[in-house]
């Protein structure tokens, strides 16, 4: 018996063509994940995170230090979640949910403050920005 070359290329061609149904074709990735889906994101936390930078690099002057007067230019106290929401004399520094409006954090970033010591870093300032534009929680 005699096979044809036709014969002969389907004999081959049918289990490639099987195979590469059930894998998907040569060069082609499968969606890693739904664009419906959604990565969930951790909240900036002020107690973890956005506290202990004010402690380290602000209260010096906006609330002063254990065992040494208050401090509190221009009546910013930054000890507290409850101080920093109220603001200083001027109105609040803190718009929630609003980063570019808040000037405590255009202030950080434009490198105004803190005036005294080092400039805050980019992952603080970064944290800041972040904890702001979530809402400026008490978390």
Do not use: K
């Amino acid at each position: 018996m005699l096979i044809t070359r036709f014969e002969l290329l389907s004999v081959i061609a049918l289990p490639l063509g099987i195979g590469l149904t059930l894998q998907g074709t040569p060069g082609t990735a499968a969606p890693l994940a739904s664009s419906h889906e959604t990565v969930p994101v951790l909240a900036v936390s002020f107690a973890d995170e956005v506290a202990p930078i004010f402690n380290a690099s602000c209260i010096q002057c906006h609330g002063g230090l254990p065992d040494e007067e208050d401090v509190r230019e221009a009546g910013l106290d930054l000890r507290t979640y409850e101080s920093v929401m109220i603001g200083s004399e001027y109105g609040t520094v803190v718009e929630a949910s609003n980063a570019d409006d808040s000037i405590l954090l255009q202030l950080i970033e434009d490198g105004d403050m803190p005036e005294e010591g080092d400039p805050l870093s980019p992952e603080d300032i970064s944290t800041i920005r972040t904890w702001i534009a979530e809402g400026a929680l008490n978390n």
